[in-house]
């Protein structure tokens, strides 16, 4: 059985998709970009686009009773790899050790012109 997670905390699915999903004592948070979750905007620049998603990911772990320390996996999609050092910083200041499993992955695009897309599994048990 699986229970979908939503909250106004963060962005609306903008596609047929569930903010997350939670499948027994795991939930598999969908891709987020930096958009805002008040105006639906995607945030300027890469910084603040990678703290958006984090708050995003964060938002959406609670929403399910939990938190980014429960991450066990992440996966991470650059439009341009040149801003994976910036992405550790900046993940550091939302998650610690141990650090989740993860994969980097450039891409040639993301939706609605996002520099960065991070998705996100978390183990409830």
Known sequence: MKTVIQTG???????TYSQAVRAGETVYLSGQIGFDPVT???VDGIEAQIHRVFK???AIAKASGLGLDRAVRMTVYLTDLGHFATVNQIMAEYVGQPY????????ASLPRGALVEIDC???AG
């Open 100 to 107: 989740p499993s993860r994969a980097a992955i450039g891409v």
């Open 121 to 123: 599994i978390l183990y």
């Open 40 to 42: 639906m905007q995607l």
């Open 9 to 15: 905390d963060a962005p609306a699915a903008i596609g």
């Open 56 to 58: 995003n990911l964060t």
